[in-house]
């Protein structure tokens, strides 16, 4: 049984804090928001983001950041990715040597274009930084329903010790090494969802839908491996697994944000009715500005951006994503005669 320290108190947060209890670890939540602390000291249950999942008598709520970072075996960073650096550097102090950190959300610092992993090294070097990542809406692992992740980590020795602390018999866990391509799927993923979620909002159809997940891939797996990320992450759950999910699941904030875009809402009316952190609306100037980098085609990247923040009216984005320049599929494929 491990001691656990978990950071950030929303639906992800929950969900697994409730797993990691059920496993038989002693976890202890922690969260900024007194009046969330009350609540969930008192209802045993977040009754706004994760109602009907009960929280065991047992289990600490606190308020107080050192008491959910000190002696713990390792800690899972659940708050939502434009709150990753500040949070990790008020942890700092309380953090031990080689104290494992796994990060549990997912995004780019727009200012900096680093990963939520990356800020955390920076933030607190003692740590040994690790990610969980892949196709897991917390609404499903919070009713115990079969899903599967995978832990990245520096060390095998690492991503093995989390494997075995996650693992149960509805949440299987993989290990991988590519730590860098896992938080680069996940956090681009929900930039292409929000696209996915304003062609539902214009009325399109399951074509559209499954030409924007396979096109988004494409663009993903394109920057990714240009970065430095495994094919392989972008071709597995981490990847094409959570693009899936988070593109077509009633649970995806970021394809519920980019419905009520598409249905006309402006991009603060969508997020204000989501009621919920829009992670891919944090991550569409990053995703736009390492494109340029790198010097990849991310046309689906790109014209997110201008419905999200140039005003562009999503069925003209539409228009123009299918009015390009005609291409081959994929240029690495080569033709017996020209």
């Known amino acids: ?40 000291s008192e209802k045993r249950e977040h009754e706004l983001k994760l109602p009907g999942v ?71 070097p003692q740590a040994d930084v690790a990610v969980l990542s892949g196709p897991s809406h917390a609404e499903e692992v919070g009713r115990r329903l079969p899903t599967t992740c ?3 980590a520096k060390s095998r020795k690492t991503a093995e010790y989390l494997q075995s602390a996650f693992i149960s018999p509805v949440f299987r866990v993989y290990i991988s090494p590519d730590i860098l391509g896992i938080e680069l799927g996940g956090s681009l993923k929900n930039v292409i969802a929000l696209a996915a979620g304003i062609a539902d909002g214009l009325g399109y159809g399951d074509n559209t839908k499954a030409a924007l997940i396979t096109r988004g891939i494409a663009e993903i797996s394109r920057l990714g491996v240009k970065m430095g990320g495994r094919i392989e992450s972008f071709t ?41 952190v829009v992670e891919g609306v944090y991550s569409a100037k990053a995703a736009a500005r390492l494109a340029e980098k790198y010097d990849v085609s991310m046309p689906i990247v790109e014209e997110v951006n201008r419905v999200l923040f140039e005003g562009k009216s999503p069925a003209e984005a539409v228009d123009d994503l299918m009015l390009r320049e005609s291409r081959s599929e994929n240029m690495a494929l080569k033709w017996e005669t020209e």
Not at 7 to 27: C, E, Y
Not at 68 to 80: G, Q, T, Y
Request: hydrophobic residues 45%.
């Open 150 to 152: 995978v832990v990245g």
């Open 236 to 276: 597995g759950l981490t990847g094409i697994g959570d693009l899936i999910v988070t593109c077509a699941s009633v649970h995806s904030r970021n394809r519920r944000a980019g419905y009520l875009i598409g249905q006309g809402k402006s991009v603060l009316e969508a997020m204000d009715e989501v009621k919920m």
């Open 54 to 124: 009960k929280i065991p008598d047992d289990m600490i709520i606190t308020g107080d950041l050192e008491t959910a970072v000190r002696n713990k075996d390792f800690l899972v960073l659940a708050v939502p990715s434009p709150f990753t650096r500040s949070t990790a550097r008020k942890m700092r102090p309380f953090v031990e040597k080689d104290q494992i950190i796994v990060d549990v959300a997912k995004g780019i610092e727009e200012s900096t274009l680093m990963t939520l992993s990356e800020q955390i090294r920076q933030e607190i």
């Open 1 to 40: 049984m491990a001691e656990v320290g978990v950071l950030g108190a929303g639906s992800w947060g929950t969900a697994l804090s409730v797993l990691l209890h059920d496993n038989g670890h002693h976890v202890t939540v922690w969260s900024i928001d007194e009046n969330e602390v009350k609540m969930l």
